[in-house]
Structures are given as C-alpha cells and as structure tokens.
C-alpha cells in the first residue's frame, strides 16, 4: 500500500534538492516535507542529489468548486520533454500519494515492475483517479561522463500509464457537475386524482436553480378539463384546474441518480362551466393547496435528467361548485389529491 510517510527501517528522509520537488498547496493539504517523504518511502531509500539530476518535479494542488482536490503535476526528466498529469481527489492526501507514486517512478522506472495489483477489496493504486505517467527504461549508449547509479530516461513517447487499463465494455466514469448553481428547464406530463371530478391528465413547466445539496423550483400546471354531472341527469358543468407551483426539495445523490423531496405551495383557480341548464354560466374559485411529493431522476447525461414523481395536493381552501337551485354539490375536490408525473429536465450550464 502506498503510505504518506516512510517506514522506520528508513529513519527520517533527508532534505531533498530544492531542484527535485516544487510543491504549492494551501495548509490543509501535506507539506513539501511530508511529500519527499512519501517519495522516499516508495523508492525504499532517501532521495539523493543524483535524483535531482534525472528528474525535476513541480506539483500544485487546489480545491475544487465541488469541493474535491485537483493535483497539477509537471516531470521534466532530463534529455526529454516535459509530461503534465492532472489527478482528481477526495482529499488532498491522496493527491500526494499519486504524486509521490509518479516522481518515484520517474526517478527509478523499475518501481513499475514491483508495483502490486489490486486485489478486491484492498486500497492500492485503485485509489488514485487519474492514470500516472512514468518514464520506462530505454536503451541508452555508454558514455564514460555519465555515472553508473544514474538513472536512464526514455524520451517521450516510453511515457505510458501505471494503471492496468479498463476493461473495453466497461463505462466511462460519470463525473458530476462543477458549477456551485445550475439552471433547469423541465416539461412533464402526469395525473391528477381527487383534485377534479375524474382522474385528470396534465402538463406541467417549471423552471429551477440547482445547488449542490438543494434545489428549488417555481413552475404552472394545468389539469385538463373533467365532468361532473347530477345523477340521474344530463345537468352538471365541466371543470379544469390550472395553477402556479413553488416548491424547495433537498437533494440526495447517489451516482447517476438523484432523489429529490420537495414541499412547497400551488395557487390558481378551479374553473367550472355549466352544462344541460337554462342559463348556462361559468364560474371560478380559488385554489390553494400545499404540495409534497418525492421523486427519482436518473441523469444519462450531465445536462438531461428524467424522473418519475409521486405526490400529493391537500387543498387549504374548499373548492366546490353548485348548480344554481341545488343544495348539493356538483363537486367538491377531495382532501387530498394524488398526483404521478413523468418529467424531461434540462439542466444549464
């Protein structure tokens, strides 16, 4: 396993070149020591002046907007150009075990022989992101100038991966969004029970913002019109229902998939149109209803999302109609209404 810091049969390392190693981090990540250190521990020796000459490493780390750590890593080895590497973590140590990894085996190619696979289930090289470069023995000519304990370098093109490369049928790793807020634009189609007379299709249009751990949307809907008639008669009215929504959902992510609970509010109008009287009219009333619901996203992409919804409409107001000179209502909206959507969200930018 690769370890940050050397084992004690190697004492502590002593201070490499100031040529060797160039490390910036900000002071929640391991020091230029700590990370010599780790170098030193998988050569199995302490670095040396003559390692300073076959290599030279400048290495940056950072923090991310979604709060990962990015490693910046340039080795320029002596007679051949310069190789950059970008390495993305969970925490900066383990960039500067992939950074320790990666200047060892520059310094001594042979380390890439020795390097043990990873086994189920075990923490190896598996833990670093991002592939790692290393320069691999090349045929050199003899020359009296240059010192036996040398290393020998490749040029460029000996460059090549430690890491075993994935299997041809296996999918590319899905990475989330970088930017902190995000805009949606949704269209959806869905259900509605117990809010008209009969179970009621409709569409739906919300426009959102995105943020890592919430999200919050305002949106219209609009239920398509139902009927509703006296028993026994041809009299009754058609009704419809179109409303605004707002609504704020946490979010909980789990690899492609998000699971939004939401809550919030929907204010419109419940429109009713008579139908088999005399003096046919239309009339409204106000809509007010809370509104909760949970859904499933799955994101193919980073800018698409589609999910399913479930959710209910408890009305705050009582919306009911009459027909002029009956005492019993024509309709009255259930307590609760249950609703399932089916939703396509753009996501930007």
């Not at 990015?70 to 993305?88: H, I, K, S």
């Not at 869905?190 to 943020?211: N, S």
């Not at 009299?235 to 690899?255: E, H, I, K, N």
């Not at 408890?314 to 005492?327: H, N």
Request: charged fraction near 20%; charge should be positive; hydrophobic fraction near 50%.
């Amino acid at each position: 396993m690769i370890r940050l810091v050397a084992p004690l049969a190697l004492g502590l390392a002593p201070a490499a070149p100031d040529e060797l190693v160039h490390w910036q981090a900000p002071a929640a990540c391991p020091s230029r020591e700590a990370l010599i250190r780790a170098v030193a521990a998988d050569l199995g020796r302490p670095l040396t002046p003559a390692d300073a000459e076959a290599v030279t490493a400048h290495a940056t780390a950072q923090r991310r907007p979604d709060r990962r750590w990015q490693l910046e890593l340039t080795l320029t080895p002596r007679d051949a150009p310069a190789v950059a590497r970008t390495v993305v973590g969970e925490r900066c140590e383990l960039l500067v075990e992939a950074a320790a990894l990666m200047i060892a085996v520059a310094i001594d190619p042979e380390l890439l022989a020795a390097l043990p696979r990873t086994a189920p289930g075990d923490r190896e090289l598996g833990d670093i992101p991002l592939e790692v470069p290393v320069v691999r023995d090349a045929p050199a000519p003899a020359s009296s100038s240059t010192p036996a304990n040398t290393p020998t370098l490749a040029p460029a093109p000996a460059i090549a991966p430690i890491l075993a490369p994935a299997p041809a049928n296996s999918p590319p790793p899905f990475r989330r969004p970088t930017p902190a807020l995000r805009g949606t634009l949704a269209v959806a189609a869905g259900l509605d029970v117990g809010a008209l007379p009969g179970p009621a299709p409709g569409f739906m249009v919300r426009l959102g913002l995105l943020a890592r751990r919430v999200r919050a949307e305002v949106g219209a809907v609009h239920w398509l019109e139902q009927s509703a008639r006296l028993a026994g008669t041809a009299s009754g009215g058609d009704l419809r229902l179109t409303a605004a929504q707002l609504l704020a959902c946490p979010r909980l992510a789990l690899r492609r998939f998000e699971f939004p609970v939401c809550a919030g509010l929907e204010l419109g109008a419940m429109r009713g149109r008579g139908v088999g009287v005399t003096v046919p009219t239309s009339d409204r009333v106000v809509w007010l209803a809370l509104l909760a619901d949970a859904r499933v996203q799955y994101l193919p992409v980073p800018r698409l999302a589609l999910g399913l919804q479930l959710g209910l409409a408890a009305p705050l107001l009582a919306a009911r109609f009459r027909l002029r000179d009956q005492d019993q209502d024509l309709h009255r909206a259930a307590p609760v209404a249950f609703r399932a959507v089916f939703a396509i969200e753009l996501r930007f930018p």
